[in-house]
T-cell receptor, first 113, second 112 residues
Framework: DGGITQSPKYLFRKEGQNVTLSCEQN?????MYWYRQDPGQGLRLIYY???????QKGDIAEGYSVSREKKESFPLTVTSAQKNPTAFYLC????????????FGPGTRLTVT | EDQVTQSPEALRLQEGESSSLNCSYT??????LFWYRQDPGKGPEFLFT???AGEEKEKERLKATLTKKESFLHITAPKPEDSATYLC?????????????FGTGTRLTIIP
């Protein structure tokens, strides 16, 4: 089955700790994205990557970091510098310029207390 | 700055009662307008891409249309399983700009 997987589904952390969210895709898509979803707000872009070993900041990159060492994987680290990390995090991928639709994973709900 | 506004915020319909959801947008050159369905606690599920004014796409009880300023998602004779939040997003036409701008969604409830 082709698709996007995110793990874990739920994640709980104490304030001050860094945490890494996993995103893997087996769709052979070139581009991958991280969004954050908060109640009453539209999805907001954190980071995106169009090719391996390259990524760009989105609208709300502060307090987050990413890497893209493999085409299939795009992990997101939420650092202690992120002021309001509790949110629903969504990973997406797209083919690239030949296909602009973005397909989403199931999401990770992060709670920081 | 690109903007997407969806209305209404919430809509309750009786089963079989057709209606439309609205997505108004402003973008500097539209590359595509997207509709997604999102169930509670899950990731958005892709429904449609519309590229230019006048375009229409259909899938089961859903039909999406596009003008130069807005898109409508028409739901015909809905069933309870159509209950979900429907999200609209736009992408600008700049090469290399991968960003989607999302609206806040319309939460649709179909009452049996």
């Amino acid at each position: 089955d082709g698709g996007i997987t995110q793990s874990p589904k739920y994640l709980f952390r104490k304030e001050g700790q860094n945490v890494t969210l996993s995103c893997e895709q087996n769709l052979n898509h070139d581009a991958m994205y991280w969004y954050r979803q908060d109640p009453g707000q539209g999805l907001r872009l954190i980071y995106y990557s169009q090719i391996v070993n390259d990524f760009q900041k989105g609208d709300i990159a502060e307090g987050y970091s990413v890497s893209r060492e493999k085409k299939e994987s795009f992990p997101l680290t939420v650092t202690s510098a992120q002021k309001n990390p509790t949110a629903f995090y969504l990973c997406a991928s797209s083919i690239g310029e030949t296909g602009i639709e973005q397909y989403f994973g199931p999401g990770t709900r992060l709670t920081v207390t | 700055e690109d903007q997407v506004t969806q209305s209404p915020e919430a809509l309750r319909l009786q089963e079989g009662e057709s209606s439309s959801l609205n997505c108004s947008y402003t973008v500097s050159g539209l590359r595509g307008l997207f509709w997604y369905r999102q169930d509670p606690g899950k990731g958005p599920e892709f429904l449609f891409t519309l590229y230019s004014a006048g375009e229409e796409k259909e899938k089961e009880r859903l039909k999406a249309t596009l003008t130069k300023k807005e898109s409508f998602l028409h739901i015909t004779a809905p069933k309870p399983e159509d209950s979900a939040t429907y999200l609209c997003a736009v992408r600008r036409a700049n090469f290399g700009n991968e960003k989607l701008t999302f609206g806040t969604g319309t939460r649709l409830t179909i009452i049996p």
